[in-house]
């Protein structure tokens, strides 16, 4: 888990160690660094051996990913902003053979778009809802379920501007498909 130091570095950014965290606002006391393990340990409720819960940790990295674009390189915010856009807009049924699907595009997407950057929203304009609030406030795993489908779409629609760009990969992405 150093990656996300170094990327955050080449990013020009430095990652506080106390505190809230700095790009979701979580009500952390260790920064990113609680909000990362939240994210990586802190969803219990949720059973993902269960193929039908797949779609909730999809949903899941696209959210955390979008919330904290610093800590990741740019072309993950298409990735996962297209992902969300593709669940969302398409009402796809995502699966673990989609993603490297969905990479394979993009990688041939980007040869031609090296000056386009989905510019994220104001870390104070990310969405209320945060690792935090999925840890701690649902009581069963209906309303943690809940909660991440909140979490994901407010985030989703945070990044708004950048529909429009995710909306033409998703239509090239369904025909490539087909
Ligand atoms: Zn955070």
């Known amino acids: 888990m150093q990656d996300y ?7 020009g950014i430095t990652l506080l160690d106390h505190g809230k965290c700095q790009f979701c606002g979580a009500n952390t006391k260790r920064g990113i660094h609680e909000c990362l393990e939240i994210f ?3 969803f219990y409720d949720i059973d993902f051996s269960n193929i039908e819960n797949y779609i909730y940790k999809f949903l899941i990295v696209d959210t955390h990913t979008l919330q904290h674009p610093e800590i990741h390189g740019r072309w993950n915010n298409h990735f996962h902003l297209s992902r969300l856009h593709l669940i969302f807009k398409y009402g796809v049924k995502w699966t673990y053979k989609l993603s490297p699907k969905l990479s394979d595009y993009l990688n041939k997407y980007k040869v031609d778009k090296q000056d386009e950057y989905l510019t994220p929203p104001d870390v104070s304009n990310r969405g209320h809802i945060t690792t935090i609030d999925i840890l701690e406030k649902p009581t069963n795993e209906m309303e943690c379920k809940d909660l991440i489908k909140k979490w994901a779409m407010e985030v989703y629609n945070k990044w708004g501007n950048h529909h429009d760009i995710v909306d033409n990969i998703a239509k090239n992405f369904l025909n490539m498909k087909k």
């Open 5 to 11: 130091i170094d990327l955050a570095k080449k990013n």
């Open 40 to 42: 990586n340990f802190g």
